[in-house]
């Protein structure tokens, strides 16, 4: 498995995709019981298959209730979704924390090149508060590449915040703020900034602290608080090692080893339509020993340019995750 993994970041076409891919889903498939009893279940002969699209996608909610690994059953870390009162979270068994990191570094070299050239800030209090959120070890990896000292997290103590804001304003420093979409909000009105210099990145979500809202009307709510243009996005969950970048106007970009596909609501099995609306599927290569094939609770549409935006959440799912946007 150490070639696939090795492979995995040097994806630079579909053709070479597709064939790793293949590759994931044979292995995933003798090797994760889980996975291989559902493909089983829809009767399915895979030798019959022939595109990415007719690769069995695994319902998201099968990670609140069983244990989804490939291989045996070590486990270096677990991450847990956030969910929300009375609804099981998600876990997600990581056998190589080393594939996480390289996936969501190499990822943030492709969309802001290198840590190192701004300051890292975090506002992330609903994830802050657990110990087992993915979002927060991604950031704080991605603060500590920085190798800045003014880099950080920050929980309620947003007048702190406030103030290294400004500080780095008025020295014309760089500035990357993490922050979910609830404690934005929150921040916006207590702290009137006008923020320069800055990349805003919304992870999504109230987390039932407030009223949720369309992301456009999220967005235009910061950039008239803040001063800016552009909010970027970061979509990412707890059951995938990859994430997708918007840099503004919620249109999603993927890394090279993630494809996002949408799937007909009413027809789950027809996979890969193109600027309609639909269910989200994720393909994560770097995904490798858990579950690379996912379809998820997210609506979504994808565009012909392979970016795709993210519109909301299908009927009767769980409030969950990332991106809780509806």
């Given at each position: 498995m150490r070639d696939i993994e090795k492979r995995i970041f040097k994806v630079t076409n579909d053709k070479c995709f597709t064939e790793l891919a293949f590759e994931v889903f044979g292995f995933q498939?003798?090797?994760?019981?889980?996975?291989?009893?559902?493909?089983?279940?829809?009767?399915?002969?895979?030798?019959?298959?022939?595109?990415?699209?007719?690769?069995?996608?695994?319902?998201?909610?099968?990670?609140?209730?069983?244990?989804?690994?490939?291989?045996?059953?070590?486990?270096?870390?677990?991450?847990?979704?956030?969910?929300?009162?009375?609804?099981n979270r998600s876990k997600h068994y990581i056998k190589n924390i080393s594939l996480y990191e390289k996936s969501f570094t190499e990822c943030f070299k492709m969309f802001f090149v290198n840590a190192r050239d701004y300051c890292i800030l975090a506002l992330l209090p609903s994830y802050l508060e657990r110990q087992d959120s993915s979002l927060v070890y991604m950031v704080k990896k991605i603060i500590e590449l920085s190798k800045n000292k003014n880099s950080g997290f920050y929980l309620k103590n947003t007048d702190e915040l406030a103030s290294k804001l400004n500080s780095l304003i008025s020295e014309n420093k760089k500035i990357i703020l993490f922050g979910v979409s609830f404690a934005l909000l929150d921040f916006a009105d207590e702290h009137k900034i006008k923020l320069k210099n800055t990349i805003v990145i919304e992870t999504g979500g109230m987390k039932g602290r407030k009223k949720e809202i369309v992301r456009e009307e999220l967005?235009?709510?910061?950039?008239?608080s803040f001063g800016i243009d552009k909010i970027h996005s970061e979509y990412g969950m707890t059951e995938l090692l990859s994430q997708a970048y918007s840099k503004g106007d919620g249109i999603f970009?993927?890394?090279?080893?993630?494809?996002?596909?949408?799937?007909?609501?009413?027809?789950?099995?027809?996979?890969?339509?193109?600027?309609?609306?639909?269910?989200?599927?994720i393909i994560d290569l770097a995904n490798l020993y858990s579950c690379s094939f996912i379809s998820t609770q997210d609506s979504g549409i994808s565009?012909?340019?392979?970016?795709?935006?993210?519109?909301?959440?299908?009927?009767?799912?769980d409030m969950r995750g990332c991106n809780l946007l509806v």
């Open positions: 498939y003798h090797n994760c019981m889980v996975y291989k009893k559902f493909v089983d279940n829809l009767k399915v002969n895979i030798s019959d298959i022939k595109n990415v699209n007719q690769i069995p996608f695994l319902p998201v909610e099968f990670f609140k209730e069983l244990k989804i690994i490939s291989g045996d059953d070590l486990f270096q870390e677990v991450f847990s979704s956030s969910g929300t009162t009375n609804v967005h235009k709510k910061l950039c008239e970009e993927s890394p090279s080893w993630m494809k996002v596909l949408i799937r007909d609501i009413n027809d789950p099995m027809n996979i890969g339509i193109k600027e309609r609306a639909g269910g989200i599927n565009h012909n340019d392979g970016t795709f935006e993210v519109t909301g959440r299908i009927d009767n799912s």
